[in-house]
């Protein structure tokens, strides 16, 4: 084959490539949502597609949190550390924690699965 074919067809492979991953990092940050429980119970479930503020009270604290871009951080919490605001606004992955607020922020998407039987 000439040189030029090799090239078009590399470049060719590349681009698929790279929608493909376009595609998939896109699918994975929308149409989630996540799950806020205060000392392990559910206070309310956030629709990440929907963007707002929300304020979360219990009996050891408050907390903001604020959904936007698909993604939610904590904005402010009356707890010393100040961990949770300064963890980085997510849609997935590790949970977001305000241990002293005892708040606990899991994330889910419509791709997950419980189980699978084989």
Not at 86 to 113: K, W
């Amino acid at each position: 084959m000439k040189t030029r074919t090799w090239i078009l067809l590399f470049s060719a492979l590349a681009a698929v490539c790279l929608l493909c991953t376009f595609l998939i990092l896109n699918d994975a940050s929308t149409g989630g949502t996540a799950t806020v429980r205060s000392d392990g119970v559910t206070v309310m479930t956030l629709d990440l597609s929907k963007d707002g503020e929300y304020r979360i009270a219990s009996d050891y604290g408050m907390n903001t949190l604020r959904v936007e871009n698909g993604k939610v951080s904590v904005i402010s919490a009356d707890c010393p550390s100040q961990d949770c605001v300064h963890h980085a606004p997510a849609s997935s992955g590790a949970p977001i924690v305000c241990l002293p607020n005892r708040l606990v922020i899991t994330f889910s998407t419509a791709q997950e699965y419980d189980a699978i039987i084989g």
